[in-house]
């Protein structure tokens, strides 16, 4: 079967359970359980940047130019827009942004390697394995669309250009809204991934073109809009039926969500959000003419829109469609993948973003976050590569709420272990709560009825937060 084939057939399943699945899910968590308190919100929307496969950031933000020969980066550091604060050579464009932004350098997790649920939801357990459960604790994303209290236009909370472990023809716990029910999980757009000149070596990638659309969201050329009305008109009869067993809240919500899904078949005002081709060609290129660009543009597009959480992951697609099939996993030629391809891209499109927010006041409540699902070995193995490593590594924070040209914590002298000031994941899903202004010890329960903090025990760094 073609990776064609294969796209097209999972699609069909997958683009029917994360586009039109809230239609059919009628697990509705009871809306007694919300108890959100307040605070004041710096951010109005949170962007995460997820760099799949782990980034060796003492090659990027935490580079010890004085270390042992096969610990040391083969970078250099350069000086940044903020004093005392230096970054890697091949980040020039995003060094004039570190005065808008926190390195967090002391971050670990025991949730094992490749393990995403830490990073979206702060819960530290290693799993057996990668894959989803409808018992997973809910993504940050999926808390915020929980705490939804009024329709909304556009989805509360949108997975770029593709949902976690699609590229390699799975379903990745973590971005999701696990116990709290499929209605809470991400809206996913679809890509196709290509590289200039096949094949893409697994460590000498190519820059990986694409970009998102919303794929089985759209009418089929046989599904004109009558046709959809008169489904429209059939399932609310249906509905009908089902409002006699619920109780009117319950209904309400399902109803929310049908809604929501009827809208994204039939506004144009809606759809016209996601077309990139409303952009000038200007923007476009200076976003960068790849997948991850043009899904960092579409980012930048929905928060305009008023999307609360946007995700924009650099993904594996090694099944699928056989490129970027390390993403940032670099067990081999760790230096000359950044140096080629990594670097340059992430440089490229990121530091666009962050000026396009700025220069559209979009930055002050935005919280643009930055990480990985870990960091890498601090000793090169003997194929030139960094292995896995969760005991300390690197998280950027800027926008909104972020105390720009900061510095927490410190890592030792070969970037291997915390020196100062630990910060486990889940204090950093705590701060991205708190500048949402969401209390990040409320609770929410599980299939027992047992309260569950949404950022389970995490606190805020109140260093970094203004």
């Given at each position: 079967m073609t990776s064609k084939e294969f796209s097209r057939r999972e699609t069909l399943t997958v683009g029917a359970s994360t586009v039109l699945g809230s239609l059919f899910d009628q697990t509705l968590p009871a809306q007694e359980q919300r108890r959100a308190t307040r605070l004041v919100a710096k951010a109005k929307s949170v962007v995460l940047i997820y760099l799949q496969g782990g980034p060796p950031t003492q090659d990027m933000f935490d580079l010890k130019p004085d270390a042992p020969a096969g610990i040391r980066s083969e970078f250099k550091p350069i000086a940044s827009s903020a004093a005392g604060i230096s970054v890697c050579e091949h980040?020039?464009?995003?060094?004039?942004?570190?005065?808008?932004?926190?390195?967090?350098?002391?971050?670990?997790?025991?949730?094992?390697c490749h393990k995403n649920i830490p990073m979206y939801s702060g819960y530290d357990a290693n799993l057996a394995d990668e894959e989803f459960r409808e018992t997973d604790?809910?993504?940050?994303?999926?808390?915020?669309?929980?705490?939804?209290?009024?329709?909304?236009?556009?989805?509360?909370?949108?997975?770029?250009?593709?949902?976690?472990?699609?590229?390699?023809?799975?379903?990745?716990g973590g971005p999701h809204g696990g116990l709290l029910g499929r209605r809470y999980d991400p809206f996913c757009t679809e890509c196709i991934a290509s590289v200039d000149k096949p094949p893409d070596e697994i460590w000498s990638p190519q820059v990986v073109r694409g970009e998102p659309r919303l794929g089985d969201a759209e009418l089929q050329p046989d599904l004109t809009l009558d046709r959809v009305l008169d489904r429209?008109?059939?399932?609310?009869?249906?509905?009908?039926?089902?409002r006699s067993a619920e109780t009117v809240r319950a209904s309400t919500e399902y109803n929310r969500g049908q809604k929501l899904a009827f809208d994204m078949l039939t506004s144009q005002a809606i759809r016209t959000v996601f077309d990139l081709r409303k952009e000038?060609?200007?923007?476009?290129?200076?976003?960068?003419?790849?997948?991850?660009?043009?899904?960092?543009?579409?980012?930048r597009r929905l928060v305009e829109a008023g999307v609360r959480f946007v995700n924009v992951s650099w993904?594996?697609?090694?099944?699928?469609?056989?490129?970027?099939?390390?993403?940032?996993?670099?067990?081999?030629?760790?230096?000359?993948?950044?140096?080629?391809?990594?670097?340059?891209?992430?440089?490229?499109?990121?530091?666009?973003?962050?000026?396009?927010?700025?220069?559209?006041?979009?930055?002050?409540?935005?919280?643009?976050?930055?990480?990985?699902?870990?960091?890498r070995t601090p000793k090169v193995n003997a194929?030139?590569?960094?292995?896995?490593?969760?005991?300390?590594?690197?998280v950027v924070l800027a926008?909104?709420?972020?105390?720009g040209g900061s510095v927490y914590g410190s890592s030792d002298r070969q970037a291997a272990y915390i020196k100062d000031k630990p910060v486990h994941i889940r204090d950093i899903v705590a701060t991205i709560y708190h500048c949402l202004g969401v209390d990040p010890t409320m609770t929410i329960k599980d299939q027992q009825g047992r309260p569950i903090p949404i950022a389970h025990g995490g606190a805020p760094i109140a260093e970094i937060l203004v």
């Open positions: 980040l020039p464009r995003l060094s004039r942004w570190m005065h808008k932004t926190a390195i967090v350098r002391s971050v670990y997790h025991n949730g094992g604790p809910p993504s940050m994303g999926s808390v915020c669309a929980y705490l939804e209290d009024k329709p909304t236009r556009l989805p509360p909370y949108v997975y770029l250009p593709c949902s976690l472990g699609w590229g390699e023809g799975r379903k990745k429209h008109r059939l399932l609310e009869q249906f509905e009908d039926r089902i000038p060609d200007r923007v476009r290129d200076q976003y960068g003419r790849t997948l991850f660009g043009s899904s960092t543009l579409l980012a993904d594996n697609f090694s099944r699928r469609f056989q490129v970027s099939q390390a993403a940032w996993d670099t067990h081999e030629r760790n230096f000359p993948m950044l140096r080629e391809t990594l670097l340059p891209g992430l440089d490229h499109t990121y530091s666009t973003f962050l000026a396009d927010l700025d220069q559209r006041g979009l930055l002050d409540q935005t919280l643009v976050v930055m990480m990985g699902e870990m960091g194929k030139g590569g960094r292995d896995h490593w969760t005991f300390c590594y690197s926008g909104a709420g972020i105390r």
